[in-house]
Every structure is written in C-alpha cells, then in structure tokens.
T-cell receptor, first 114, second 115 residues
C-alpha cells in the first residue's frame, strides 16, 4: 500500500513561476525523500529531510517537513521547462529494517510551459 | 560512473511465455530492490535483497514471480507463465544498506507488454 499521497496529482505552470507539491503520509518516519521521474526514465533522488529537520534547501529546491501533520512540501523556484517530470515523495518508516526500504507516494505530474 | 543497468529496455511477448528481466546494480551497493510501476497502482515494491539475500518478498504478487541474486553484481526477476495483467514497467534500484540516509538509485526500467 502507498504510504504517501501527493497533492496535486497534476500541476501546470509557466516557466519562471514557482511550483509547490505536497505529500502526506500515515506513519512515523526516519526520513522523507523526494524523487523525480522524467518520462520513460527511472526515478532520480533529489533531496532527503530527516525527521528532526523542518526545512532543507538544495539549489532551487526547498523541502519542508511537519511531522505533527505528517506532511511535507517540495518547492521548486524559478521553474524551467526541464523541470517537467513526475515528482514522488518516499518515506522510510522505522520498521523498514536495515535495507532502507522506502514506500513511494502516487506522484505529482509537473508541466512547465515555456 | 555506471548507474543501475537493466535489460531489456522493452519486452513484448505472448501470454504464457516466460519472461526474464535483468539488473546490474551499482558496484559496491549491497541492497537491491525490484519495483513494478503501473498507472493504476503506482510504484510497488516487489522484493528486496540485502547482501544477495532476499529479505522481504511480500510484494511479489503470485508464485508466478520469482527473483534471484546469485552474486553482488546481478539479479533477475522471472515471470512464468506471464499474463496480460503483468504488463507494467519494472524497475530495479540499488543502494548502500548502511546508515539511515542512503538514496536509492534506479535503472531506466523494462517496459513489459504481455499480449
């Protein structure tokens, strides 16, 4: 079963605008990760935020985490056409064991129009 | 650096045939994961290995599915006999098992169509 649910399912914006995607999850976590998937390709890791962190930045990416609400958001600033992809959150629950098993959400399809 | 390599990239076959998907993880990674992605069910974990040993195969849908990892550099996912509902994109991913913050590295998948 899917732990995370992204919102919205699809988002279309103009180049240069900011894009915000949200993720909600159900159980406690060790960390939460965001991945990107371009059409026809595998998932690529973007950023990880630990359960004791509230905000993290990486280039044009900003991730927030609210463990009390079991939610996270991914902000992409100054979007580019190349940012067009599906974005997934993935949670690493404490029960995942030593192999770092992740549970992925359903994804947000982002389209950045030139 | 070479990433996770999957073969074939595309496979079209008739129902009832045996299908074998292959994966070469990143050298040095000791965890390997097989996922299936469909529009209806999203990304589902089928099975994962740690140091070549299957740890959890609870995601394998039926006995028709089997996976092996004979050594640290190779894994297979086999479907026998295949059915149309097995059509999906199958991904292999690898990571380092140590620590709590290791990302998973995905191959580009095998798009499987069962006619």
């Amino acid at each position: 079963s899917q732990q995370g649910e992204e919102d919205p399912q699809a988002l279309s914006i103009q180049e240069g605008e900011n894009a915000t995607m949200n993720c909600s999850y159900k159980t406690s976590i060790n960390n939460l990760q965001w991945y990107r998937q371009n059409s026809g390709r595998g998932l690529v890791h973007l950023i990880l935020i630990r359960s004791n962190e509230r905000e993290k930045h990486s280039g044009r990416l900003r991730v927030t985490l609210d463990t009390s609400k079991k939610s996270s958001s991914l902000l992409i600033t100054a979007s580019r056409a190349a940012d067009t992809a599906s974005y997934f959150c993935a949670t690493d629950p404490p029960s995942s064991g030593s192999a770092r098993q992740l549970t992925f959400g359903s994804g947000t399809q982002l389209t950045v129009l030139p | 650096d070479a990433g996770v390599i999957q073969s074939p990239r595309h496979e079209v076959t008739e129902m009832g045939q045996e299908v074998t998907l292959r994966c070469k993880p990143i050298s040095g990674h000791n965890s390997l994961f097989w996922y299936r992605q469909t529009m209806m069910r999203g990304l589902e974990l089928l099975i994962y290995f740690n140091n070549n040993v299957p740890i959890d195969d609870s995601g394998m849908p039926e006995d028709r599915f089997s996976a092996k990892m004979p050594n640290a550099s190779f894994s297979t996912l086999k479907i026998q006999p295949s059915e149309p509902r097995d059509s999906a994109v199958y991904f292999c991913a690898s990571s380092l098992a140590q620590g709590w913050e290791q990302p998973q590295h995905f191959g580009d998948g095998t798009r499987l169509s069962i006619l």
